[in-house]
C-alpha cells in the first residue's frame, strides 16, 4: 500500500500564552483565542480553503505556572448563546512531559496532548485517560520504540510529530530542546552542552538522560543524524510503517519558516500537519501590556501559510 495522504491541512499554533511579565486573564485568553480562530477562518475563506485547513492553538507548558494560563483557557470550552465559545478540537496542549500533565489536560476538557518525545508514562495515561495523544519521533530507533509502546497500549496515534524538523547541528539541537523540556531543565538545574563530535542524541533519548541527571548537572548534547527538513522526513515516511500505511501521518515542528514558499514545499511534499512557532506571539505580548491586540501581524502571517498551504496543494495534486 502507497502512502496515504489527506488533502486536509492542520496548523498547530504553537504559543506560549503566560508573558515574562504576567499571566493573561480567563478572558483575555478566550478572546484572543476566539479571534485568532475567527481571523484564521476568514483569511481561509478568500482563498477557497474554508473546511480544508484549521487552527489548532497549541499552549504550550514551558513554565511552572503554565497551567494556570492553560486553565484558563479550558474555562471558554462549552456552548454559549452567542456562538462564542471554544471548541476543544482548536486546542491540544503542548510540552507535556508527565502523566500529570496528560491527566490535567484530561479533566479540564481539552482532547489532545502533545509530547515532545516518545515517552511511555505520558502514552500509558493517555490510553488510560482516552486522550488523543501525539507523542514525537526523530529517527527511525524513536518510531521502533513507539510502535513496541503503541501494541503495549493498543493504542494507534492519528498524528505523530516529527521534531525537530529542521536543527542545525549540536547547538541546533540544544536550542530546539531547550524549549519543550524547559520545565524539567529548571527543576534540575542543569544546563546543555553542544557537542558537535556526537550524533546519538534524539528527543526521546535526551529525556531519558535528563531523567537520570544530577542537580545541576552538564548535560553534553550530540548533533541530531537527520533533522535536515523535507530529506529526513522522507526517510521516515518511507521506512515507518504507521505512516505508508496512513495509520499515522506526521506534524513537523521545529525550524518551520512562516512563509508561503517553505509551506508551500511541505505541502507539496504531502504533509498536512505543520506546527509553527510565534504565530500568535505580538497579540499575547500586547494584551499583557494592556494593549488591545490589533492582530495585524497576526493576520498577515497566517496569510503566507494559507498562500503557501493552496500553493502546495495545488502542485502536489
Do not use: C
Not at 67 to 91: C, H, K, Q, Y
Not at 275 to 294: F, H, K, M, R, Y
Request: proline share 3%.
Amino acid at each position: 500500500m502507497g502512502l496515504v495522504i489527506s488533502n486536509n491541512v492542520n496548523v498547530f499554533a504553537v504559543t506560549g500564552f503566560n508573558s515574562k511579565s504576567k499571566i493573561l486573564s480567563g478572558l483575555q485568553l478566550i478572546k484572543l483565542s476566539n479571534r485568532a480562530i475567527e481571523i484564521f477562518n476568514e483569511e481561509a475563506g478568500k482563498r477557497s480553503l474554508l473546511g480544508r485547513v484549521k487552527l489548532v492553538i497549541e499552549p504550550v507548558l514551558r513554565a511552572v505556572d503554565s497551567w494556570d494560563a492553560v486553565n484558563a483557557i479550558s474555562t471558554g470550552f462549552g456552548t454559549d448563546s452567542a456562538g462564542t465559545a471554544l471548541r476543544p478540537e482548536n486546542f491540544a496542549v503542548g510540552s507535556v512531559l508527565y502523566e500529570t500533565d496528560v491527566e490535567t489536560a484530561k479533566s479540564r476538557g481539552f482532547e489532545t496532548v502533545v509530547s515532545p518525545m516518545t515517552y511511555f508514562n505520558v502514552l500509558q495515561a493517555a490510553a488510560e485517560a482516552r486522550i488523543n495523544a501525539i507523542p514525537a519521533i526523530s529517527d527511525l530507533s524513536d518510531a521502533d520504540k513507539l510502535e513496541r509502546q503503541a501494541r503495549r497500549f493498543d493504542s494507534n496515534p492519528s498524528i505523530v510529530k516529527v521534531f525537530p524538523f529542521d536543527a542545525n547541528g549540536a547547538k541546533g539541537l540544544v536550542d530546539a530542546l531547550g524549549g519543550p523540556f524547559s520545565r524539567e531543565i529548571q527543576i534540575r538545574e542543569v544546563s546543555l552542552v553542544a557537542d558537535d563530535r556526537s550524533t546519538r542524541d534524539t528527543p526521546t533519548k535526551f529525556w531519558t538522560a535528563l531523567l537520570k541527571a544530577d542537580k545541576g548537572a552538564q548535560i553534553r548534547i550530540g548533533k541530531l543524524v537527520g533533522a535536515n527538513g523535507l530529506g529526513s522526513l522522507r526517510v521516515l515516511r518511507e521506512s515507518v510503517e504507521r505512516f505508508k500505511t496512513g495509520v499515522s501521518t506526521p506534524v513537523v515542528t521545529g525550524g518551520i519558516k512562516a512563509d508561503a514558499e517553505s509551506i508551500s514545499a511541505i505541502v507539496k511534499d504531502g504533509v498536512r500537519n505543520i506546527g509553527l512557532s510565534a504565530l500568535i506571539t505580538d497579540e499575547v505580548q500586547q494584551a499583557a501590556s494592556g494593549q488591545t491586540p490589533n492582530y495585524d501581524i497576526f493576520r498577515a502571517n497566517v496569510g503566507k501559510v494559507l498562500d503557501g498551504i493552496k500553493s502546495g496543494l495545488e502542485q502536489g495534486s
